[in-house]
């Protein structure tokens, strides 16, 4: 069975402070992570795929790393409005007939001015 | 182009009874998943229709059904509700069955009382 753990569940920061969010994954071979967004009341909003051990992608202050066993979201020099849920996903091998996305609880960010 | 639309945002139902939840997918777009997301939780999987036929069902009562319409929208009807069905409930579409960049509606918060 895949599973998604994040942590931390919760995360303040200040204006300006860096950091990192943790998503540690179990899946029956890996065919892609995702990063999501998501703020109160809305749908999650994609923001990145990562397909293989080794890969980064980058979006303003945000950028994504994978290995073999996790990823990190790395938030640089956050503002307020980076304040939001961050949401870690990973499909399974087409091999394994499972094409949905498995979800983890999510770390909710929260950045103070 | 408009996104992913649900309706209605917001529901009010009593035990035992049924509900059916709407959604239009981005034009152009073939497959619908729907998604229960428990207050504190991550979505979790619950149907993938493509091209009108379900393609993936997550672990969930026979209660919950769906199904897509010609047009691609799709409805998702859950019998017999019970408290635990309270959620948001988020559909999401892609272009086709494969691509997992799924772009998400802002959900129905279903409240049973």
């Known amino acids: 069975e895949d599973q998604v753990t994040q942590s931390p569940e919760a995360l303040r920061l200040q204006e300006g402070e860096s950091s990192s969010l943790n998503c540690s994954y179990t899946v029956s071979g890996l065919r892609g992570l995702f990063w999501y967004r998501q703020d109160p009341g809305k749908g999650p909003e994609f923001l990145f795929t990562?397909?293989?051990a080794g890969e980064e992608k980058e979006k303003e202050r945000l950028k994504a790393t994978l290995t073999k066993k996790e990823s990190f979201l790395h938030i640089t020099a956050p503002k307020p409005e980076d304040s939001a849920t961050y949401l870690c996903a990973v499909q399974a091998s087409p091999d394994t007939g499972r094409r949905a996305l498995t979800f983890g609880s999510g770390t909710r960010l929260q950045v103070q001015p | 182009d408009a996104g992913v639309t649900q309706s209605p945002t917001h529901l009010i139902k009593t035990r035992g009874q049924h509900v059916t939840l709407r959604c239009s997918p981005i034009s152009g777009h073939k497959s619908v998943s729907w998604y229960q997301q428990v207050l504190g939780q991550g979505p979790q999987f619950i149907f993938q229709y493509y091209e009108k036929e379900e393609r993936g069902r997550g672990n969930f009562p026979d209660r919950f059904s769906a199904r897509q319409f010609p047009n691609y929208s799709s409805e998702l009807n859950v019998n017999a509700l019970l408290l635990g069905d309270s959620a948001l409930y988020l559909c999401?579409?892609?272009?086709?069955?494969?691509?997992?960049?799924?772009?998400f509606g802002s959900g129905t918060q279903l409240s049973v009382l």
């Open positions: 990562l397909y293989s």
């Open positions: 999401a579409s892609s272009r086709d069955r494969g691509r997992e960049k799924l772009f």
